[in-house]
């Protein structure tokens, strides 16, 4: 048996490939008279206040941020022939669609799309100043009469760098999601219920002259008219859409009865199958969908409770009912076929495998080419699957021996229950599953709240279970027989209750019981300055509030660090820097002084061609050549320029001083300017010498009166 080497491991080129990381964590302990200066103001109360109020802001912001949305899609209205054009490709049934008319449907979608995108183009600059002092003046004008916001307002006034992280979300959320996530909850889902329910009228128009009558009285010509939709692309037009389509009450307090009350009340009496009108979707961000595009997380357990409780307590009255009266009228997406096949056969392929031997021996297809794939699938994906179809599928004698060419030779199980047994079987199943985990939730009510969690977590996991089986089925346009009463429940389930207020929910519940345990409750301090240890440059005392310290400790032969930040309330702001100098070679505090800077290339040009102090000192030719690039690489180059640009940056360089500020501390050493080959390399020296560091004595007393 021969020794391993250890220094020259086999593992020895797999180490050291990527950057480890780690969450170091310290205590800054109070020295000197700190503590008594930190307990004498009241600026830990400040900064608690202002993070106890962090959340009615951001309220605030958000409010803002949805009137602008509203306020921009007031702006959108669709062309006619184009929402003629759309509603045209949509009355065909999906199976019945070519090639031609998908690509149509698709370009068109893209088209409307845009109108939307380029509406909220304007929200885009405004969302760019999200919690700037900007927008604190913008929003403390929209709350002028509202005394309870103004207070907030003001507790931000010059700390909006407070809200940072929060603007930063938002803004990325407008730039990157926002635009098409509203695009698509207009075109591709209200627009399309729209339009279905125009069909649905239609079909009622032409069906039943009885029902017609009645709800011609109720002015259904409001939602019968495709140019309509132009007036339902607001929160507020959906609002009054979706109130017209239910049952509403008036001011007075009216109950009025609304189209689909009408549509039941119709059914009952006559015994007819009219299929009800949807509801729109809520506009995203609004009010009445969501407070915030940032779910407000849970804070303690007993927001915990309450919150679940509020939740169960609604869905428990629900009509939950799960029944397939017809098979034929049932639809299950293409998209969950791998799911169901798990869940029936043991196998995630069996389905789609026996769908694509089905397609292949209708096309009599021998050459399976990756072009002939993708086509067969979205054939497939354009087909109705209804509860029949599938179920005589998985009984089919003609495919049980067969063993499919390319698929690894998977043979089909088969199953002698019949699908719809199994799915009601299914679904019986999970609503035995979460009654119990409710059961067990509501035993434990009395007990800690501690020992609820487990019961909390296990009852919003089987409601989503739930969740998840019920959109396994798929909705359909109105040219689709369905069957009314299960599409009925399927969505007073999902609308009303496992929507995405559930899925919110079910994310701050997740969020809170995942939370590591030693998460402790903590705010910003800021000192009363927005800027707090923003930087450590030298005389940026003042500035930043802060500095760094170091004092040699005996005991452990090391320096120990410390973080001097500024009492405001001591005052001193007049030549501080001075007054903490000291010739004491005895004291035994040192602060650093940094100085350094980056960014030659663009810093320089900026501070020494382009600012007003120092382009009228030079000629006109100077800046004429420097405007057309003659001291950089290119067609335009010109090296005598190049060493005479470098030249005049040396010497602004050794002549600079602002604010104490002096760049002959960094006793730069450059070069002759003829041997620098081109400005990029002398821009890379300059900020090679950019960097000095000194620590250096300073008095205790002052440093001890002030900090």
């Given amino acids: 048996m021969s020794n391993i080497n250890v220094t020259s491991s086999i593992f020895a080129d797999m180490e050291n490939l990527f950057p480890l990381t780690r969450t170091l964590r310290f205590e800054l302990k109070p020295v000197g008279k700190t503590l008594e200066n930190f307990l004498n103001t009241d600026t830990f109360n400040r900064d608690k206040d202002k993070a106890s109020s962090r959340k009615e802001m951001q309220n605030i912001l958000d409010e803002e941020f949805e009137?602008?949305?509203?306020?921009?899609?007031?702006?959108?209205?669709?062309?006619?022939?184009?929402?003629?054009?759309?509603?045209?490709?949509?009355?065909?049934?999906?199976?019945?669609?070519?090639?031609?008319?998908?690509?149509?449907?698709?370009?068109?979608?893209?088209?409307?799309?845009?109108?939307?995108?380029?509406?909220?183009?304007r929200i885009n600059d405004d969302g760019k100043e999200l919690s700037n002092e900007k927008v604190i003046k913008k929003i403390r004008v929209a709350n002028k009469d509202n005394a309870n916001n103004l207070k907030i307002i003001a507790k931000f006034d010059k700390f909006s760098t407070y809200l940072t992280n929060f603007s930063k979300i938002e803004n990325m959320f407008l730039k990157v999601i926002l635009k098409e996530v509203l695009a698509f909850r207009i075109v591709d889902e209200n627009l399309k219920i729209?339009?279905?329910?125009?069909?649905?009228?239609?079909?009622?128009?032409?069906?039943?002259?009885?029902?017609?009558?009645?709800?011609?009285?109720?002015?259904?010509?409001?939602?019968?008219?495709?140019?309509?939709?132009?007036?339902?692309?607001?929160?507020?037009?959906?609002?009054?859409?979706?109130?017209?389509?239910?049952?509403?009450?008036?001011?007075?307090?009216?109950?009025?009865?609304?189209?689909?009350?009408?549509?039941?009340?119709?059914?009952?009496?006559?015994?007819?199958?009219?299929?009800?009108?949807?509801?729109?979707?809520?506009?995203?961000?609004?009010?009445?969908?969501?407070?915030?595009?940032?779910?407000?997380?849970?804070?303690s357990d007993e927001e915990l409770v309450e919150a679940v409780d509020a939740f169960l307590k609604e869905f428990s009255t629900t009509n939950t009912a799960f029944e397939i009266a017809e098979n034929d009228k049932v639809f299950i997406k293409y998209s969950e076929l791998e799911n169901l096949s798990k869940d029936l056969l043991g196998n995630w392929q069996t389905i789609n495998y026996k769908l694509f031997n089905q397609y292949d021996l209708e096309k009599k297809a021998k050459n399976h080419t990756d072009t002939y794939k993708k086509k067969r699938e979205k054939v497939l994906d354009n087909r109705l699957h209804s509860v029949t179809i599938l179920d005589e599928l998985l009984h089919d004698e003609e495919y049980k021996e067969q063993k499919y060419k390319g698929y690894n030779d998977i043979e089909f199980r088969f199953t002698p229950l019949n699908l719809n047994d199994y799915l009601i079987k299914r679904y019986t199943f999970l609503q035995e599953q979460y009654n119990f985990s409710l059961t067990h939730y509501n035993q434990n009510s009395a007990t800690n709240v501690k020992d609820k969690k487990f019961s909390i977590k296990r009852t919003l996991d089987s409601l989503k279970n739930i969740e998840r089986f019920l959109n396994m089925f798929q909705v359909v346009n109105a040219?689709?027989?369905?069957?009314?009463?299960?599409?009925?429940?399927?969505?007073?389930?999902?609308?009303?209750?496992?929507?995405?207020?559930?899925?919110?929910?079910?994310?701050?519940?997740?969020?809170?019981?995942?939370?590591?345990?030693?998460?402790?409750?903590?705010?910003?301090l800021t000192f009363d300055n927005p800027n707090l240890a923003g930087g450590w440059a030298a005389t940026q005392e003042i500035t930043k509030s802060s500095f760094i310290l170091k004092r040699y400790n005996e005991k452990r032969n090391s320096d120990d660090i410390f973080l001097a930040i500024w009492n405001k309330k001591a005052g001193g702001k007049t030549k501080l820097r001075e007054k903490l100098s000291t010739t004491n070679l005895n004291n035994s505090y040192q602060r650093m002084d940094l100085y350094c800077w980056s960014n030659a290339s663009r810093y320089l040009p900026h501070v020494f061609v382009?600012?007003?102090?120092?382009?009228?000192?030079?000629?006109?030719?100077?800046?004429?050549?420097?405007?057309?690039?003659?001291?950089?690489?290119?067609?335009?180059?010109?090296?005598?320029?190049?060493?005479?640009?470098?030249?005049?940056?040396?010497?602004?360089?050794?002549?600079?001083?602002?604010?104490?500020?002096?760049?002959?501390?960094?006793?730069?050493?450059?070069?002759?300017?003829?041997?620098?080959?081109?400005?990029?390399?002398?821009y890379r020296d300059v900020e090679r010498q950019s960097y000095k560091m000194n620590f250096n004595n300073i008095c205790s007393d002052t440093l001890h009166k002030y900090f």
Avoid at 627 to 655: T, W
Wanted: proline share 0%; net charge neutral; with cysteine.
């Fill in 67 to 121: 009137n602008q949305i509203e306020e921009s899609l007031k702006n959108v209205q669709f062309d006619a022939e184009k929402l003629e054009e759309y509603f045209a490709l949509q009355s065909k049934k999906k199976q019945n669609r070519n090639d031609k008319d998908e690509k149509d449907l698709e370009k068109l979608e893209k088209s409307l799309k845009k109108e939307i995108i380029k509406s909220l183009k």
């Fill in 194 to 299: 729209f339009v279905n329910n125009v069909m649905l009228l239609k079909k009622i128009e032409s069906q039943s002259n009885a029902l017609w009558k009645i709800l011609q009285q109720l002015n259904v010509n409001q939602i019968f008219l495709l140019n309509n939709f132009n007036d339902c692309i607001t929160q507020n037009q959906i609002t009054s859409y979706n109130e017209f389509i239910g049952d509403y009450k008036k001011e007075d307090g009216t109950q009025i009865q609304g189209i689909n009350g009408t549509i039941n009340e119709f059914n009952q009496k006559n015994q007819t199958k009219f299929q009800k009108l949807n509801t729109l979707h809520k506009m995203i961000l609004s009010t009445v969908s969501t407070s915030s595009f940032v779910d407000i997380a849970i804070e």
């Fill in 479 to 524: 040219n689709t027989e369905t069957d009314i009463n299960f599409y009925d429940n399927l969505k007073n389930i999902l609308e009303k209750h496992l929507n995405r207020d559930f899925d919110k929910l079910y994310n701050r519940v997740r969020n809170y019981l995942t939370k590591k345990d030693f998460s402790t409750e903590k705010f910003k």
């Fill in 610 to 682: 382009l600012t007003k102090k120092y382009k009228g000192t030079l000629s006109k030719e100077f800046i004429e050549k420097y405007d057309k690039g003659y001291h950089r690489l290119g067609d335009n180059f010109d090296k005598a320029f190049m060493m005479e640009y470098i030249g005049y940056l040396i010497k602004c360089l050794d002549e600079y001083e602002n604010d104490e500020y002096s760049y002959k501390v960094f006793n730069y050493q450059f070069k002759q300017p003829e041997l620098y080959n081109n400005i990029a390399e002398f």
